[in-house]
Structure formats: structure tokens, C-alpha cells
């Protein structure tokens, strides 16, 4: 199966997933529908026959932050509680808060912090990379 016709039943797959009656705690079926968080046209995304889906958390006490580093494909990260502040260097910082995403660019030297006092930071991660591709690398 190529790739197109692999993304294609993945997609087929999830729609049916998504569309299918469920039976909630309260005894009510209905349908789920997905939200769009974001949409977004990137670059760098890994060109070879096959790609390795990662879905990563973190956790983030407050004053915690991330190693100086670089992705070498995009990586989405949503935000599940608190906000997340992005520093990209050559450009202002970035703002995510509870609810939001933000896709990272590849190749872009960064760090990301928890600047609040008091609250936790809890992230869910998307990345997709060639098989066996490290997550980051760190930069100094």
C-alpha cells in the first residue's frame, strides 16, 4: 500500500471512529463530532516511503522549561493546561494557552518555558518523522 492510499485509509478509518453512535455515561447516544484546533500548510514534513507517528505529553511544574533545541520535522503541540511560552529564535515569543496549538517549525532554534508562579503546564505532543529520527536536537 503506498502512501497515499495508507493516508487514505487511516483518514477512512477515523471518519468512521468519529461517526459511529456512542453510548455516554448518561445513557445518551449521539454522534462525535471533531473540533479543528488547527490548520496549518507546512514545510519539512519527512519524504520517505514510511513515517514514524509519535504522540507525546509533558509535563511542566511552574519556572520549568525545555533544552535549547531544534526539531527536524514540524512538531504540534497542544496545550492542555496552562500556557506555554515558545521562544523561536530570530522571532517574538509565542503564547499557547489551554485549548490552542501551535505547529514548531523544523530546523528553528528554541526553547519552551512555564512562566507561571503556580500552575502546572501539560502538553500533547504530535510529531512525525523519519523511522528512528530522534525527537529534538539539542543547540547551544
Do not use: W
Not at 502512501?3 to 462525535?32: D, E, I, R, V, W
Not at 522571532?91 to 489551554?98: E, G, L, T, Y
Amino acid at each position: 500500500m503506498d502512501q497515499t492510499a495508507s493516508a487514505l485509509a487511516l483518514a477512512s478509518l477515523l471518519c468512521l471512529a468519529m461517526a459511529s453512535p456512542t453510548a455516554g455515561a448518561n445513557g445518551h447516544g449521539g454522534l462525535a463530532k471533531p473540533e479543528l484546533v488547527r490548520r496549518e500548510v507546512v514545510q519539512g514534513m519527512p519524504r520517505g516511503d514510511s513515517q514514524e507517528i509519535r504522540v507525546l505529553t509533558a509535563t511542566f511544574q511552574p519556572g520549568d522549561s525545555t533544552m535549547f533545541h531544534t526539531h527536524r520535522s514540524p512538531v504540534t503541540v497542544y496545550v492542555l493546561e496552562g500556557q506555554f511560552t515558545l521562544e523561536l529564535e530570530g522571532r517574538p515569543p509565542v503564547m499557547v494557552r489551554a485549548g490552542e496549538a501551535y505547529v514548531e517549525p523544523p530546523q528553528v532554534r528554541m526553547t519552551g518555558f512555564n512562566r507561571s508562579g503556580n500552575q502546572p503546564l501539560k502538553v500533547l505532543i504530535f510529531y512525525v518523522s523519519d523511522p528512528g529520527t530522534p525527537f529534538l536536537d539539542e543547540s547551544r
